[in-house]
């Protein structure tokens, strides 16, 4: 169903970029992955998977120019693909179909 599997930090990675949109930079991504996974990345470890999203072609990515403050340093500013958001919904209708049937307690009723 899923031509590409997806990691939980590369699938995690992929929705940021998608909810976040414009402001898909590094620091936010990380916020954002944060807030939502109770999980402080490294920052290493969130650009190797974006890098590796990158080139499974699910995602691109642009310098912007540096920050208008005095020393601002640009950012890289990522944009989900249509082959990223592809990934995304078989993602989805996968978790799905693996989790129909599954009731909203797991296991057999306690006693």
């Known amino acids: 169903m899923v031509s590409q599997t997806l ?3 590369e699938l995690a990675a992929l929705l940021a970029v998608a909810r976040l949109g414009t402001d898909a930079y590094g620091l936010a991504l990380r916020r954002d992955l944060a807030a939502r996974t109770g999980r402080d990345y490294s920052v290493g470890a ?3 998977t974006l890098q590796r999203l990158e080139d ?3 995602l691109t ?3 912007t120019d540096p920050l208008p403050v ?3 340093r640009s950012r ?3 944009t989900i693909t249509g ?4 990934a995304l919904r078989d ?3 996968y978790a799905a179909s693996i989790w129909a049937g599954v009731g909203t307690t797991a296991g057999p009723e306690p006693a």
């Open 7 to 9: 990691g939980s930090l």
């Open 46 to 48: 969130l650009y190797t």
């Open 56 to 58: 499974k072609g699910f």
């Open 61 to 63: 990515s642009h310098a």
């Open 70 to 72: 005095r020393g601002g």
């Open 76 to 78: 890289r500013c990522f």
């Open 83 to 86: 082959a990223g958001a592809r």
């Open 91 to 93: 993602a989805e209708r």
